[in-house]
């Protein structure tokens, strides 16, 4: 029998930067999915707020509210996991100033919340320093930010360039100053992300930009196939779930139309 895991913490994940051993990161929204995940042993459940367009149907991730991740936080943390928790700071919760990215950080860690994810770098160290003086594990999020969408025109690859590669470094200074346990870089070109892991003191988490960085997350959907329609660059699709789900539904559909559900072991007698 192996021994029971230890509680991962933000620390555990910090002290991660020296060892051999990559960081595994998934997303979860419910108690279901945060239970697999934690017995599948991922080291980080990430609450991110991808929940609203992969659950929510929302348009873009502006549109997530503190409401909507209270709620999956609260679901997820009721799977008690042995990962640590680490849920995103939404659009609108923590631009305004410090103060406020410290309220709703707050918020979160009282509906379960571990550590918060705030996107930004240099421009937002000051919501990043204030949230970690308040006691609360941070991790950044630096090259493609989602909840930019409107000022990009569109999700673009980051750090192509020597000039963006320089922007990034900087970033990934800034927000180690302010005293993130570790950083997403989303959509960095697999060059840079490899330097900026280099230099980092922290641990690098990456999607779609490469197998250098410390560790990786997906969003567990798109890992799943759930949405068969989407095949975004960054995953990998371990399951064709989405299908299999049609599927099932359309034989109980087809069994209650014929008559043939419930049988009689379905049946109260
Ligand atoms: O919201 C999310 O799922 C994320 C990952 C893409 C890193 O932030």
Do not use: N
């Amino acid at each position: 029998m192996s021994a029971p895991r230890k509680k991962v913490t933000a620390p555990a994940i910090r002290a991660a930067k020296g060892s051999r051993r990559r960081i595994a990161a998934l997303t979860a929204a419910d108690f279901i999915t945060a239970r697999l995940l934690d017995e599948a042993g991922v080291d980080v459940i990430l609450v991110g707020d991808s929940l609203g367009t992969t659950l929510l149907g929302y348009e873009s991730t502006v549109f997530v509210r503190m409401a909507d991740m209270v709620h999956h936080t609260a679901a997820v943390a009721r799977a008690k996991p042995v990962a640590l928790v680490v849920v995103d700071l939404p659009f609108g919760a923590y631009q305004e100033s410090p103060a406020q990215a410290v309220r709703s950080a707050t918020r979160l860690v009282r509906a379960g919340a571990e550590a918060v994810k705030l996107e930004g770098g240099a421009a937002y160290a000051d919501r990043l320093r204030a949230i970690v003086d308040a006691g609360i594990p941070a991790m950044a999020h630096l090259g493609l930010l989602p909840q930019s969408v409107l000022r990009e025109g569109g999700y673009k690859a980051q750090g192509k360039t020597p000039t963006d590669a320089a922007r990034l470094e900087a970033d990934l200074r800034a927000v180690e100053e302010a005293g993130a346990f570790a950083v997403v870089l989303e959509y960095v070109a697999s060059t840079t992300a490899q330097r900026l892991t280099k230099a980092a003191g922290i641990p690098t988490i990456g999607i779609g930009s490469g197998p250098d960085c410390d560790g990786q997350v997906l969003v567990t959907s798109d890992l799943l196939g759930l949405q068969a329609w989407l095949a975004p660059r960054a995953a990998r699709r371990y399951a064709e779930l989405g299908r299999t789900m049609k599927d099932a539904f359309a034989c109980y559909a087809a069994d209650v139309r014929a008559g043939k559900f419930p049988g009689l072991k379905e049946t109260i007698a």
